[in-house]
């Protein structure tokens, strides 16, 4: 196995556990940092923004409570340790 392929190897899995910020962005957001109550959704979207626009933008998308933003922050977890 070349040394390409195993940096290839170790970012995917860096990238499965879902280390915040790991490539300079939110990576694999996790649903505990979704789990922003309705109140406390801070816009991170624009009108129709679509979910899977949000989620490129490293937000979270829940469209199922009305008169709140659908396309929000999420809430941020500790730094990942190794």
Do not use: H
Not at 27 to 44: E, F, I, N, T, Y
Not at 53 to 73: A, E, L, M, T, Y
């Amino acid at each position: 196995m070349d040394a390409r392929t195993l940096w290839v190897l170790v970012w995917v899995l860096v990238m499965a556990l879902g280390c915040p910020r790991a490539t300079g962005g939110y990576v694999g957001l996790s649903a505990s940092q979704c789990a922003v109550p309705a109140k406390d959704r801070v816009d991170c979207g624009y009108p129709e923004v679509t979910a899977e626009q949000c989620n490129s933008r490293g937000c979270c998308f829940d469209s199922s409570i009305p008169q709140v933003p659908w396309c929000f922050k999420p809430l941020q977890e500790t730094e990942c340790t190794f």
